[in-house]
């Protein structure tokens, strides 16, 4: 069974920082391109950055370039997202989400964390 189980999340003020983190499990983690996800209420869904599997290749959103950070540990099958320097426009729900290399949707996606910054 594939889970992805996001946490870190919280209420934090303008400025501060958060890592989020999603385990993985049921998938060779390895292999997968790995990505974060946030949406705002009323608003799309927003892509924030991706990983790729084998090289670590790194991706961002314009409206994070600079603050946040992907990056990944093989060998506990986990993801994070480093936020710095967050703003109250970066409250969302963050997801992580999974596919495979060359894919373009994504196949598994996380439940979900809160991320909430106050001015």
């Known amino acids: 069974q594939v889970q992805l189980v996001e946490s870190g999340g919280g209420l934090v003020q303008a400025g501060s920082s958060l890592r989020l983190s999603c385990a993985v499990s049921?998938?060779?983690?390895?292999?997968?391109?790995m990505g974060w996800f946030r949406q705002a209420p009323g608003k799309q869904r927003e892509f924030v950055a991706l990983?790729?599997?084998?090289?670590?290749?790194?991706y961002y959103g314009d409206s994070v370039k600079g603050r946040f950070t992907i990056s990944r540990d093989n060998a506990k099958n986990t993801v994070y997202l480093q936020m710095k320097n967050l703003k109250p426009e970066d409250t969302a729900v963050y997801y992580c989400?999974?596919?495979?290399?060359?894919?373009?949707?994504?196949?598994?996606w996380g439940q979900g964390t809160q991320v909430t910054v106050s001015s």
């Open positions: 049921g998938l060779t983690f390895s292999s997968r391109v």
């Open positions: 989400a999974s596919k495979r290399d060359g894919r373009l949707d994504y196949d598994y």
């Open positions: 990983i790729s599997g084998s090289e670590g290749n790194t």
